[in-house]
Structures are given as C-alpha cells and as structure tokens.
C-alpha cells in the first residue's frame, strides 16, 4: 500500500505553480500582470514557473502582438492535473485526520 503523497505531482505540486493553476481554473484566460499581482510574485519569478507549467503542457501562453500583453490560460490537461493534486491532497488530510478533542493533561488517552 502506497501512501497518498506519491500521487502528488512535483510539477503541480510547487507552491506558486499550485497557486498559479488555482487562479487560472477560475478564469478562461488572465492577463500574466492579474496572475502576478494575484500571487505577489516577481515577473521573473511568475515567467519562470509559467515556463515549466507551459513546458508539461498544463498552460498556454498568448502574446498579443502590439499591445505587449501576456496573456495565460490553463489547458485540459492543466486541469487535470490541478484536480488530480487537490485530490492527492484530500486523501492525505483524510488518511491524517486532526483529533477532534485534545488528549488529556499529560497526553495520555
């Protein structure tokens, strides 16, 4: 029997390319400055992890020409994998549930 960690995808499961998927499952497409500012992340930082989200084929990345803007949007099999990691970590919550009454003085039950 294999733990529910090991469904946990590493590309998925950095924290800004999780919290990048987040933002971009809410929305057909974003402006790359929305995502950015939504995140607190440098431009750099924020190209980067769309650079390895876009490399697994998870987002599409739009240029529009004349206007400089990036424009990014997630793919089905970005959804997919964001999906597939919210469940990942659901059955890890699950199989470690949180006590619902603290131990006794002296942490014996």
Do not use: C
């Not at 876009?54 to 997919?80: F, M, N, P, Q, Y």
Request: hydrophobic content about 40%.
């Amino acid at each position: 029997m294999t733990h529910p960690s090991s469904n946990l995808n590493d590309i998925v499961h950095q924290r800004n390319r999780l919290g990048i998927l987040a933002v971009l499952v809410e929305a057909d497409e974003v402006e790359f400055v929305f995502v950015k500012d939504v995140l607190a992340l440098t431009a750099g930082n924020l190209s980067r992890h769309l650079s390895v989200l876009a490399g697994a084929e998870l987002v599409h990345i739009r240029k529009e020409a004349g206007e400089k803007k990036t424009w990014v949007s997630v793919t089905k099999a970005g959804r997919r994998a964001f999906r597939a990691e919210i469940d990942a970590l659901r059955k890890i919550v699950e199989a470690n549930p949180v006590e619902k009454t603290p131990p006794p003085p002296g942490g014996r039950s």
